[in-house]
């Protein structure tokens, strides 16, 4: 094991990453309620991202750096700490920084004049370090400590405001269903303990690493003298799976996602983007070695179901913040699907480009929240400044936001020209191509994906149209003039710097062909599958085609205002708009009977067990009064001053309940001289 | 004289103390009471920090370190040989975090214990009193020395929970009582039964050296604890009879389901300084007793049983927190969520993997602070308003924000966030109960799938109450009248809570703190019990 003797430049630099925001943790926690600025997390954020773009300079394509110092010893085996920085991880830092700095300086104007502002700060500079150390953990026990800090942080963020209950109860909800996919990773990582007696990443999971190693003849998973049955080897692979499924929010456990929004909008641009959710895409990657085929055609499967099923739900919810939580949640399952048919690096890709324009779309939907709630409190309304129902024409009012978010949308549609396009399709055609080399069936995947990039288009076109297209709807209800102004430039800038990067230049210099990409370069490819021509020049048109056509009719019925009145009102509707009535089941299916099962375990507690010892003592006071009267009216009758004595102990063991204390000392010695006295009598030889 | 010794003692001098200062000086007796425990927790840490960390000891003599061993009694018993009791104490790497922890939660005790009132002098005693005992149980090695400070323990409790406890104290007082001595008193037996069969190998004479009993050449050919002689008692193998019975004794304490119900009751009508006491040491005593006399002593039981054992930590785990869901009374909740959290350590026992034995002595501690350290922030509650009735109260994080922050961090820390102690304690005994199938065979992996599931529910339970209690916009029952007594922490009660946030904190940082000091033992007490099969 290394120690850090001498620091070289990227480690120095990881270092400055992963503690700026810690520290600014601790100045906020030390100052309290008297620092309301944001300057020292934006500093800490901003020196974040400028270390790391150091470490990704020296680390991108370079070799790969494993530093390490000893943690503690358990038994023979040694646990270290320290940071594993490759490709994959320095671009995850570059990420995590870049989306967290522009979130930040926005945040100083959105959260402005909030009473809790220094909670804020505090909390988000923990998220970020929490992120930061999951990225660059070099053991599973280190990114398991970062997945679970993320989580708390997350809690912390979305239940920001605490005396909303909504708010409570959705950070409860975030919570606890996390912890599900964190008991999926701590049971992955006792398989692989078990099985390898390490928690290092390197030696477990890198280019000779000891999963590669491991033999696996079908019936066994055998890896030099630890063995166990090949089942187990697919137990890890979903347990970890699990894990990724909580945090990333898929089918079923993706619940929590659109409940979270209950945070403050520039939190949900975090959590959205390049924390949190992209932790169990991150992870997957990471620990990718270990995925068997049933594994690997679990997680394609679930990341398509949930990448429609969300897909569905976006296209009818009324909430601006909603519609974009399911969004996030569709196009996580597009990245699952890259992991479950062995493109990493698409997968990463994805992940990177969507965290730019989600983040942005979030922001955007943010200023125009704002603007909304601004107007409601300025005119003393009873709306909700969430809902999409109220907007409208905004284009006129805040024409750089509606921009923006126009770029952004079009890179969640994967038009050409920005960045979801490239990585969109790079997943389109990977699936199609993937798909060749598995039975029928499997074709469903890629079309339920290409399914889903057309609901994507309409989804996304019916938000933009209906709050930037039309006219006010607010206006309509009364006479009063409302006039809805531009996000400020603290707002804006951030926005910018996003909207840039959500477009091809930053990923390739041809806009059309993924392949291109340095980002894809920069990971291995899968040698297995054969570029099928066809599919690289069908699929792109038959996604753009689809998307135009969608958005056309979203056009004609959102901005046109000829939408198919009552067309659309009946089941299917309801069952998209109630989120596929998951909540309601979950809610009487699951954690209702479970809170009944615990009251009635209480109640076994009180009844069954008390009651069996009450029994027990009620029939040893039962043989004491049967005693006492054997005593005085047979032994006392024959031997008097026996009885007497008799008649002593029968009065101590009746009155046991009424809590005379020296009555208890006295006959609980009394119990010790004649256990004693017996046991002499049996034991002694 | 041992440093072990004066430990022990000095808390019974200072109670002798107090016994002599005439009521009149009334304030000084607290100030007697933190001045001993001050001492006692500097004594303490010297101990741990003086620790040699390359000695075992367990069934070793020479691995033990600050040894003192006097004669104590020595009987002529005509022909049934000398009765030889030694006063004999030392510590290895099993009892040193005991001391560390129980001088640390004695020291908040005391603070916890400053708005009691009545008969403050007969409380402080006790309380001294029952420090020395607890003190005493960790370090004996002398089996009738551990029972004399075992059976000293449970006077002062008994006496401290009826007469200074709640509405139902005299109940909870019996109950506590009953369980615990129905425990002990067959303990005696087995005690008498060990004494007979094993003898000191230099001396010859019947003797209750714990370590003498940890090796089967010092027994007695035909006697009813002989290894080879498989000797029977109403039919039952002599040697699985009394490793039942000195476990049950032991899992009363821990305790186990279904011998827990001692324990709610206990901990919701004792006074606060007495459910620190109770959650924070009594309950490792258990744990403690379960590795140095069970298992050590009966370790070819040990192995057997080891399924069964596994089998009860699982669903002491589950069947506990499930129950603390189903809780309305905060202190109850936590006292349940003790149950729960205990189960980790049986489970890890029962692996006899390192991972797993370790795990469980981690948890012993961290649970040992964190339980004293909830609480105490239920007492700070019920101090102010003596209610402590979840739905009685909502919204307090705006009006108690810093109390508010500790009872976060108390949560999060319990419901093992990484960062703090519960979490390393919870995810090596859970790893290691995993092992075990791989390395001994012992136990099932679903078991550790099980006990995973514990730490789902607990966080279940904690973010509940949390969001029942301490968010939303306040609403009392006492209406405003509350929200004037209730006042955030005051200066005392964060010097109780700060010093055991840092310890949690610290311990769950660098886990080296206490693995270091229990590697050595650990493994050869794994080796003492597993050598058997060999």
């Known amino acids: 094991m290394e120690q850090l003797g001498q620091l070289s430049t990227p480690i120095l630099a990881a270092l400055v990453v992963l503690f700026a925001p810690l520290v600014s943790f601790f100045i906020y926690a030390a100052a309290g309620k008297q620092l309301r600025t944001g300057i020292p997390a934006i500093a800490a954020i901003a020196i974040s991202l400028t270390a790391s773009i150091v470490v990704f300079c020296h680390v991108w394509n370079g070799e790969q750096i494993h530093q390490q110092i000893s943690w503690f010893q358990i038994g023979e085996h040694a646990f270290g700490a320290g940071m594993l920085l490759n490709n994959l991880s320095a671009i995850m830092l570059l990420l995590v920084s870049a989306i967290a700095l522009p979130v930040h300086i926005y945040s100083t104007i959105y959260m402005k004049g909030d009473s809790g502002i220094h909670r804020y700060w505090l909390y988000l500079s923990l998220f970020c370090f929490a992120m930061l150390g999951l990225v660059m953990a070099d053991s599973l026990l280190l990114m398991y400590i970062g997945w679970e800090l993320v989580g708390f942080a997350s809690y912390l963020l979305i239940g920001f405001w605490f005396t909303k209950s909504a708010a409570i109860k959705a950070n409860k909800k975030a919570f606890l269903i996390n912890r599900i996919g964190d008991l999926g990773f701590l049971v992955g990582i006792a398989v692989i303990y078990t099985q390898f007696q390490t928690f290092d990443l390197l030696a477990l999971f890198g280019e000779h690493g000891m999963v590669r190693e491991a033999l696996n003849d079908g019936i066994e998973w055998r890896y030099g003298e630890h063995g166990m049955p090949v089942i187990w080897l697919s137990i890890a692979g979903g347990a970890f799976f699990l894990g990724a499924m909580a945090k990333s929010a898929q089918f079923p456990f993706h619940i929590w996602l659109p409940d979270a929004m209950e945070g403050p909008t520039s939190v949900s641009s975090l959590i959205h983007a390049a924390t949190m959710v992209a932790a169990g895409v991150f992870m997957l990657v990471r620990i990718s070695p270990l995925f068997d085929d049933h594994v690997l055609l679990l997680i394609g499967t679930i990341g398509a179901f949930t990448a429609l099923m969300a897909a569905t739900i976006a296209l009818t919810q009324q909430d601006i913040k909603k519609i974009l939580a399911f969004s996030t949640i569709s196009q996580l399952g597009f990245m699952m699907v890259a992991i479950g048919i062995g493109q990493y690096g698409v997968a990463i890709f994805h992940l990177v480009t969507h965290a730019f324009f989600k983040c942005l779309l979030f922001l955007s939907a943010g200023a125009v929240i704002h603007e909304m709630q601004h107007l409601k409190e300025k005119n003393n309304l009873a709306i909700d400044p969430q809902d999409i129902r109220n907007m409208g024409g905004l284009r006129k009012y805040m024409p750089h936001t509606f921009r923006l978010t126009l770029v952004a949308a079009l890179a969640l549609a994967g038009l050409p020209l920005t960045a979801g396009y490239l990585s969109k399709d790079a997943i389109l055609i990977f699936a199609f191509e993937w798909s060749e080399w598995q039975s029928a069936w499997w074709k469903l995947i890629p079309i339920s994906l290409l399914i889903t990039s057309a609901l994507t288009a309409f989804y996304i076109a019916r938000l933009v149209f209906k709050v930037f297209y039309g006219k006010l709807r607010l206006q309509r209800n009364d006479s009063q003039k409302y006039h809805p102004h531009e996000a400020s430039r603290g707002m804006l800038i951030p926005m910018l710097f996003l909207g840039l990067c959500s477009l091809f230049p930053l990923f390739s210099y041809n806009p059309l062909i993924f392949e291109d990409s340095w980002l894809i370069k920069g990971f291995e490819l899968p040698e297995t599958l054969e570029r099928v021509n066809i599919y690289h020049t069908v699929i792109p048109a038959a996604v753009n085609g689809l998307a135009i056509v969608m958005i056309f009719i979203a056009w004609k019925w959102y901005a046109k205002g000829k939408y198919p009145q009552g067309s659309f009102q009946g089941a299917l509707y309801q069952f998209s708009f109630h989120q596929w009535y998951l909540n309601l089941f979950y809610e009487s299916g699951l954690v209702k009977p479970l809170l009944g099962f615990s009251k009635m375990l209480y109640a076994i507690d009180r009844v069954v067990v008390d009651g069996l010892v009450e029994k027990v003592t009620g029939l040893a006071r039962l043989f004491a009064y049967a005693s006492h009267w054997f005593d005085r009216s047979v032994v006392d009758a024959v031997v008097n001053g026996m009885g007497k004595t008799a008649f002593v102990i029968g009065g101590l063991m009746r009155g046991s309940r009424k809590g005379k204390i020296q009555y208890y000392i006295f006959s609980m010695f009394l119990v010790l001289l004649i256990v004693l006295f017996v046991g002499l009598k049996v034991f002694s030889p | ?534």
């Open chain 2, 1 to 534: 004289m041992s440093l072990l010794s004066v430990l022990i003692f000095l808390p019974l001098c200072a109670a002798l103390l107090v016994l002599l200062v005439p009521t009149a000086y009334k304030t000084v007796y607290k100030y007697i009471a933190i001045g001993v425990s001050m001492i006692q927790l500097l004594l303490a840490v010297y101990l741990y920090t003086a620790f040699d960390t390359e000695l075992a000891g367990v069934s070793a003599m020479d691995g033990y370190q600050f040894v003192e061993k006097l004669p104590w009694i020595r009987l002529n018993l005509g022909n049934l040989g000398t009765l030889e009791v030694d006063y004999f104490v030392g510590a290895d790497g099993f009892s040193i975090l005991f001391l560390l922890l129980t001088a640390l939660v004695m020291l908040v005790a005391v603070l916890a214990s400053w708005k009691i009132d009545k008969q403050l002098k007969g409380f402080l005693s006790l309380l001294l009193l029952l420090n020395t005992a607890i003190m005493g149980v960790f370090v004996a090695l002398d089996f009738f020395l551990f029972y004399v400070f075992y059976e000293v323990m449970l006077l002062p409790l008994y006496f401290l929970i009826g007469i200074w406890g709640g509405v139902r104290r005299e109940y909870a007082a019996i109950k506590f009582f009953l369980y615990t001595l129905f425990g002990s008193v067959f303990m005696l037996l087995v005690m008498v039964g060990l004494y007979f069969s094993v003898t000191d190998p230099i001396t010859g004479n019947h003797t209750f050296n714990i370590l003498h009993m940890m090796d089967s050449k010092n027994y007695v050919e035909g006697s009813v604890f002989s290894w080879i002689g498989n000797g029977q008692l109403f039919g039952i193998s002599a040697r699985l009879l009394g490793f039942i019975i000195l476990f049950i004794a032991f899992a009363i304490k821990v305790p186990i389901v279904p011998l827990h119900t001692w324990l709610p009751d206990a901990h919701v009508e004792a006074p606060t300084p007495i459910s620190i006491i109770l959650a924070g040491i009594l309950l490792k005593v258990g744990g403690y007793g379960i590795i140095r006399i069970c298992y050590s002593i009966f370790p070819d039981i040990a192995l057997n049983v080891a399924w069964w054992i596994g089998l009860i930590g699982v669903v002491s785990i589950i069947y506990g927190a499930l129950n603390a869901l189903a809780q309305q009374d905060l202190k109850r909740l936590v006292a349940y969520s003790s149950v729960s959290h205990m189960g980790f350590v049986l489970l890890g026992l029962a692996s006899l993997t390192p991972e797993g034995i370790s795990g469980a002595m981690f948890q012993m501690v961290s649970h040992g602070f964190l339980s004293a350290m909830l609480f105490f922030l239920v007492g700070v509650l019920y101090d102010r308003v003596h209610d402590r009735m979840i739905y009685n109260f909502r919204g307090l994080a705006s009006i108690m924000p810093t109390y508010t922050v500790f009872v976060a961090v108390a949560f999060f820390a319990s419901l093992g966030l990484p960062g703090f102690s519960a979490f390393i304690a919870e995810a090596f005994t859970i790893i290691g109960a995993f092992n075990a199938e791989s390395v001994n065979g012992l136990i099932p992996r679903w078991m550790a799938i099980g006990g995973a599931v514990g730490i789902l529910l607990s966080a279940a339970y904690f973010l509940w109450t949390l969001q029942r209690m301490f968010f939303g916009h306040t609403r009392l029952k006492g209406g405003s009248q509350w929200e004037v007594l209730l006042t955030d922490v005051n200066r005392r009660e964060k010097l109780a809570l700060v010093p055991m946030v840092l310890l949690a904190l610290l311990f769950g940082i660098m886990p080296a703190l206490v693995f270091d000091k229990i590697n050595a033992s650990v493994l050869s007490f794994i080796e003492l019990v597993s050598r058997v099969n060999h």
